[in-house]
């Protein structure tokens, strides 16, 4: 029972740390249908930022946040303007931009190799407090907790932005109709490639926390991270980059138990579910997902 | 079309075949490293293979690899378990992946974006299987198959050419052919090539099965050739990736595009990748945001783009 | 009398989440008739031809063609049973020529059939085309090359999706003369028109479709005058 009860409560924190992991390749299809397919390799390069920080410089790895926001914006910008609305013209957005942020998170991968190493990294302990926190018995790092309070923060933060701020209501009206949105004069392209930063933005800080809940990080998790995430985003949201809360839970309740009980098929867990979900869920939020001919 | 000889038709692809039989027997004599030429083939088959569902159909396999790995295990497990020559175990290591194909028909009903990432999934599902330590009795699991006693360089080399054979004809049968005519038609607009009476479903279903059967030989000779093997080796995301950007760089829809694409970059790679790694995969990413960015056909599109048809 | 008929819908009805598009729709076509279909936009007009064509399915209600119901056969073997229709953006194989265009619609929509490409070609004067890429065409040619498609496959019933819209009215006489010789073969085609005049041309049987619903089926003339038809063209009271 003990098992049981560790595997749940731990499974929600995970959950909700993954939602955060998610919620920016969610929230960069929603609003311009561009695929990130280098998103796992963002989440990469957070955790970099707060191994740099904190390893290198000496401070505090939560200084990692504001370090990939500001990254976020320095690199975003200048490659949202650079490929997005070049894709938004062509016949075939979606599996150009799959195309082309495929090739770009390869050259992320190889870029962090080469600066830091192929080894795996770990963040210090001590920084996020070194102690466990009890739930109901069952004791959990309390970077785990870290890091469940500040995924919650982002949702929330982000909830806000789309429901209480002039942006995010311009933001929702084009990932409801682009088309509309143009006509109503809403300016499509710095909304998106704010979007668009604030995807990167997310995924980075995500990527502070991930040594933390893995324990180190290495260049190479990329590709299962963008996975995971693609997973997460296709079984919770409807279309609602905030659906993928459900998404983040499903997929931290399944790992966790898996782990518990099962644990040499632990790794497994992420692309059963999303073979699972696509294969009988035909209407991914990620546009139609099934042919109609 | 329709009115031309079957010879006439033919030509193109049998200059072809010839030219690569030729050029991979000759190789060996003047280039001592057979085991390089070899990998190179395998890469050249993979690409082919590939080419032959992305460039035709649309659909870009990101978990090609699964199917490679497949005819790897089902290869060698049969030559460990049965008493069946070589080369009727490398056919079982291509039928293996023809029925993997089968099972995953449904991914057929997914679309773009959707199918890579599903068909990552399967072949990351079928590598944790096999490579998982309670399998270890069946599979090996991490510590990988052994089957030294039918290693045979050069029997396996020409093999491997056989394939390649193989694939760049199933390419040149698209490319002229009725079917392959098809096939061009439901990539451009499927709901107009329903109505011009083509079975959208089973075209696609042939082709993949078509697709992942010449993975599946390239991965039976490859696990002969080598004769050793881990997981790892045969069911990496690298090879997909590979045989993706091979295919992209070359041209996708022809004949010799996978065939150029593998050529010039696995070469690359062989003189700069196996040491530095890194820089290869540099190389080779922003060549892929380069070519979607301004020559989505391939390097074969520079001379499309001046008129010239290319085969 | 419904046995003179080639095609029969009876009570269709069509669905898209709670917007009903088709309500109880009912009528025949006989050989080499012409029927137009009109109705204002939104009125269910090519959602009928979809659901003739097979691209959607029915909710419920039957459709029968020579005999069989096709309610629910997939859209290539309608082709082979002999329903083809144009599209109202024409739908052309871009990278392919013109008369690739057509050769693969004859040899997969009439396997084993000696089909007369150039003849089609002819019929739709695109022949001095036929070697240009059907991306290079006019939107205009591209209608034609669309509906050559369609007779390449040797057709009995023919759906016609707003084929006069951004003619001239030369080009309006051509397409009429082409729609009449074909239903003197024996095509029978519904014609879903905009353009009131050239669909008068061709055809004195109309059917008008009102949000869904049969309005009216008869003359164009006393389409003209009907009450409800006059209301759902111009809104308010008829």
């Known amino acids: 029972m003990e098992l049981l009860e560790y595997a749940i409560i731990g499974g929600i924190l995970y959950g909700i740390f993954f939602s955060l992991v998610g919620i920016g390749l969610n929230l960069i299809f929603g609003v311009m249908r561009i695929i990130n397919l280098a998103h796992g390799q963002f989440i990469v390069l957070g955790a970099y930022a707060a191994w740099l920080v904190s390893r290198h410089f000496g401070f505090n790895p939560l200084w990692g946040v504001p370090v990939s926001i500001v990254a976020a914006a320095v690199i975003g910008f200048p490659l949202y303007y650079a490929v997005v609305p070049r894709l938004q013209r062509s016949g075939d957005p979606e599996m150009l931009s799959f195309i082309l942020f495929f090739g770009i998170g390869q050259m992320l991968e190889a870029l962090t190799v080469l600066g830091f190493g192929a080894d795996q990294r770990s963040l210090p302990s001590e920084a996020l407090g070194a102690g466990n926190i009890g739930v109901l018995g069952q004791e959990f790092p309390d970077s785990w907790w870290w890091a469940a309070a500040f995924s919650m923060a982002a949702i929330v933060a982000l909830w806000l932005y789309f429901t209480r701020t002039k942006l995010g209501y311009a933001t929702r009206a084009i990932m409801a109709s682009r088309d509309e949105a143009l006509a109503t004069g809403i300016s499509v392209n710095k909304v998106s490639a704010l979007a668009f930063v604030a995807g990167l933005a997310l995924a980075g800080i995500a990527g502070v926390f991930l040594p933390y809940l893995l324990g180190s990080v290495s260049p190479d998790l990329g590709d299962g991270l963008t996975t995971t995430s693609f997973a997460i985003v296709i079984i919770g949201s409807l279309g609602n980059p905030l659906g993928t809360v459900i998404g983040g839970l499903v997929f931290g309740l399944g790992t966790m138990l898996m782990q518990t009980y099962y644990s040499s098929w632990s790794n497994l867990v992420p692309y059963v579910l999303l073979l699972v979900i696509v294969l009988i869920r035909p209407t991914g939020l990620l546009g139609k997902a099934v042919r109609s001919v | ?311 | 009398m419904s046995s003179e008929f080639l095609l029969q819908l009876q009570g269709v009805n069509k669905r898209f989440g709670g917007h009903v598009v088709l309500n109880d729709v009912s009528f025949g076509v006989a050989p080499g008739e012409i029927v137009g279909l009109v109705g204002p936009n939104g009125s269910g007009k090519t959602t009928t031809i979809n659901v003739i064509s097979g691209l959607y399915r029915t909710d419920s209600g039957h459709i029968t063609f020579n005999g069989q119901p096709v309610h629910h056969v997939p859209m290539h073997k309608l082709a082979h049973l002999g329903i083809n229709r144009t599209f109202q953006v024409p739908k052309t194989f871009r990278d392919m020529t013109v008369r690739e265009n057509i050769e693969v619609a004859a040899h997969f929509g009439q396997p084993g059939h000696a089909v007369d490409v150039r003849g089609i070609l002819r019929e739709i004067d695109l022949e001095t085309q036929a070697d240009k890429l059907a991306g290079s065409l006019t939107v205009n040619q591209q209608k034609l090359l669309d509906l050559g498609r369609a007779l390449a496959t040797g057709p009995k019933l023919l759906l016609v999706d707003e084929i006069g819209a951004g003619l001239n009215p030369a080009e309006l006489g051509g397409i009429a003369d082409l729609l009449r010789r074909l239903a003197q073969r024996g095509i029978a085609l519904i014609v879903v028109e905009h353009l009131m005049a050239f669909l008068g041309s061709i055809t004195s049987r109309v059917i008008v479709l009102g949000a869904g619903r049969m309005l009216f089926e008869g003359s164009l003339d006393a389409a003209s005058r009907h009450p409800e038809v006059v209301a759902a063209f111009f809104g308010g009271e008829a």
Not at chain 2, 29 to 52: D, K, P, R, W
Not at chain 2, 163 to 184: D, E, H, I, P, Q
Not at chain 2, 235 to 261: D, K
Request: proline letters at 4%.
């Open chain 2, 1 to 311: 079309m329709s009115d031309r000889s079957w010879l006439k038709r033919w030509r193109s692809g049998l200059i072809v075949l010839v030219l690569l039989a030729a050029l991979f027997l000759f190789l060996p004599h003047v280039y001592g490293n057979e085991s390089l030429l070899f990998t190179l083939m395998t890469f050249i088959v993979l690409a082919q293979g590939l080419n032959l569902l992305y460039g035709f159909t649309g659909y870009l396999p990101f978990g090609y690899v699964g199917f490679f790995g497949c005819g790897a295990y089902a290869t060698s497990l049969l030559v460990l378990h049965t008493s069946l020559p070589v080369l009727l175990c490398v056919l079982g290591g291509g039928l293996a992946a023809v029925v993997m194909g089968l099972i995953l028909g449904p991914l057929l009903r997914l679309s773009g974006a959707y199918f890579s990432i599903a068909s990552l999934a399967a072949s990351q599902i079928l590598y944790y299987v096999v490579s998982n330590t309670n399998l270890a009795d069946i599979t090996g699991g991490p510590y990988g198959l052994k089957i030294e006693q039918v290693y045979a360089p050069a029997a396996s080399y020409h093999t491997m050419l056989a394939v390649l054979l193989l694939a760049t004809a199933l390419a040149a049968y698209f490319r002229v052919s009725n079917f392959g005519m098809g096939l061009r038609a439901m990539k451009q607009d499927p709901v107009s090539a329903a109505m011009a009476g083509i079975d959208i479903v089973r075209a696609r279903l042939i082709t993949w099965l078509i697709s992942a059967g010449v993975a599946g030989l390239a991965g039976g000779v490859y696990a002969w050739n080598l004769s050793v093997f881990y997981p790892e080796a045969v069911f990496t995301l690298q090879i997909s990736v590979f045989a993706i950007v091979f295919a992209l760089f070359g041209g996708v829809g022809t004949v010799i595009g996978p065939l150029i694409g593998a050529g010039v970059l696995y070469s690359l790679y062989s003189a700069i990748g196996i040491s530095t790694p890194q820089y290869f995969q540099l190389i080779y990413g922003l060549l892929i945001v380069l070519l979607v960015l301004f020559m989505p056909g391939g390097v074969l599109s520079l001379f499309t783009r001046r008129g010239l048809r290319v085969f």
